[in-house]
Antibody, heavy 117, light 108 residues
Framework: EVQLLESGGGLVQPGGSLRLSCAAS????????MSWVRQAPGKGLEWVSS????????YYADSVKGRFTISRDNSKNTLYLQMSPLRVEDTAVYYC??????????WGQGTLVTVSS | SYVLTQPPSVSVAPGKTAIITCGGD??????VHWYQQKPGQAPIVVID???DRPSGIPERFSGSNSGNTATLSISRVEAGDEADYYC???????????FGGGTKLTVL
């Protein structure tokens, strides 16, 4: 069974940093692209970033480009999202997704990031 | 940037058919995916690649895509179908993921 478990969320001040992690199991992690998708409180889904299985190709939303870095450790079956500097508008639940040809076919339960002073 | 437009809300009586649209420029040339999200839960895929149902999704869910509009149809609607529904594409022009704004389906 595919499982995606996000961690690393929390409360951080504007300008601060956080690193999110997503521990994957139940599939051959290195064979799949992975993504982060976020959802601000009471709002819709927003694609954030994607990374190929071999980690040689990255994609970012304009709203986070230059501030967020997506990466993966295939030896640990873990996806990361380094976020800095954070803004109030980055407040959201961040979901990790397992991708297949452009569709986020499996989602984790999400981790909440709150950016506030 | 590519924009997907969904109606904010759709209401339907139980047993009837709900139709949720997703508009985009020449969206018929893109692969469209549909997600269902119930309160407090993560989204799940209900339709991928315009019309394919993942394992475990009832046959009541179907999709189509042509021209400037993709459509998610839910026949014989049940109370348990009440949720937010999102369309999504991978825009190959910009290499960005794009979600529609979401449609709240209310079962009357």
């Amino acid at each position: 069974e595919v499982q995606l478990l996000e961690s690393g969320g929390g409360l951080v001040q504007p300008g601060g940093s956080l690193r999110l992690s997503c521990a994957a199991s139940g599939f051959t992690f290195s064979s799949y692209a992975m993504s982060w998708v976020r959802q601000a409180p009471g709002k819709g889904l927003e694609w954030v970033s994607s990374l190929s299985g071999t980690a040689d190709t990255t994609y970012y939303a304009d709203s986070v480009k230059g501030r967020f870095t997506i990466s993966r450790d295939n030896s640990k079956n873990t996806l990361y999202l380094q976020m800095s500097p954070l803004r109030v508008e980055d407040t959201a639940v961040y979901y990790c997704t397992k991708d297949r040809g452009g569709v986020s076919e499996k989602w984790g339960q999400g981790t909440l990031v709150t950016v506030s002073s | 940037s590519y924009v997907l437009t969904q109606p904010p809300s759709v209401s339907v009586a139980p047993g009837k058919t709900a139709i949720i649209t997703c508009g985009g420029d020449n969206i018929g040339n893109q692969a469209v995916h549909w997600y269902q999200q119930k309160p407090g839960q993560a989204p799940i895929v209900v339709i991928d690649y315009d019309k394919d149902r993942p394992s475990g999704i009832p046959e009541r869910f179907s999709g189509s895509n042509s021209g400037n509009t993709a459509t998610l149809s839910i026949s014989r609607v049940e109370a348990g179908d009440e949720a937010d529904y999102y369309c999504q594409v991978w825009d190959t022009t910009s290499d960005r993921g794009v979600f529609g704004g979401g449609t709240k389906l209310t079962v009357l």
